[in-house]
């Protein structure tokens, strides 16, 4: 099964989930996006907020419960969060879940095409613990991004054997982004009992949709 948890952005950004776009708060458009997915089985919401468990169940997403106090506070790394939501969710509903897959409510311009692209990623690599989504940037690090070394002087951030003195010749690069996260739930427990806050490495790096 799989589950979707809109993790609200701690207390720094509070404002922000129910900031309007379009004149929809930013949480609803990552809600309607889940509702658009065909590999979404299920959408809950975890929160410490009243007002942003108004808008998202007036929304059509589930807040089984409220988050606790020591998962809200500024420092709070996001597995807790995770491990926390799963463990309700599969007590409380009678299910076992398979995969999480977490939108960030700060990107809304994402497609339920994004979301279901990556989560297929993960069910055809099961080998995977992490899919990670991820755009072509702007810039990349072996054309035209410098950093400054100790001695004032500036150089390309990432070196090639041979000068590249053309864009297409670089290699290719993303640039990662919180759209969505495709977690497999026993990474997320091992990575929560661990207690780390970055995700781990990929053992499979693959684009997911356009």
């Known amino acids: ?40 089985q299920d959408l809950i919401i975890s929160t410490d907020d009243d007002r942003i468990a108004q808008i998202a169940s007036e929304a059509g997403a589930k807040v089984p419960f409220k988050r606790p106090a020591d998962l809200a506070s500024d420092t709070s790394s996001k597995w807790p969060v995770f491990i926390h939501a799963l463990e309700f969710y599969e007590k409380e509903y009678g299910v076992q879940v398979d995969y999480l897959v977490d939108l960030d409510v700060t990107v809304p311009l994402k497609s339920p095409q994004d979301i279901d692209g990556a989560i297929q990623l993960a069910l055809d690599h099961p080998e995977t613990e992490v899919i990670i989504t991820g755009y072509e940037p702007e810039r990349n690090p072996y054309f035209n991004m410098m950093e400054v070394r100790q001695d004032g002087l500036a150089e390309i951030v990432k070196k090639s054997e041979t000068p590249i003195v053309r864009r297409q010749d670089a290699p290719q690069v993303y640039s990662l982004s919180p759209a969505a996260f495709v977690i497999k739930k026993i990474s997320a427990l091992q990575l929560s009992a661990l207690e780390q806050s970055t995700l781990p490495n990929l053992s499979h790096a693959q684009r997911a949709g356009n």
Do not use: T
Not at 7 to 12: C, D, F, I, S, T
Not at 15 to 25: A, E, M, R, S, V
């Open 1 to 40: 099964m799989l589950q979707f948890v809109a993790g609200e952005a701690l207390r720094a950004f509070l404002k922000k989930n129910i900031k309007l776009l379009d004149g929809i708060p930013l949480i609803v458009h990552s809600i309607r996006q889940s509702q658009g997915c065909s590999l979404i």
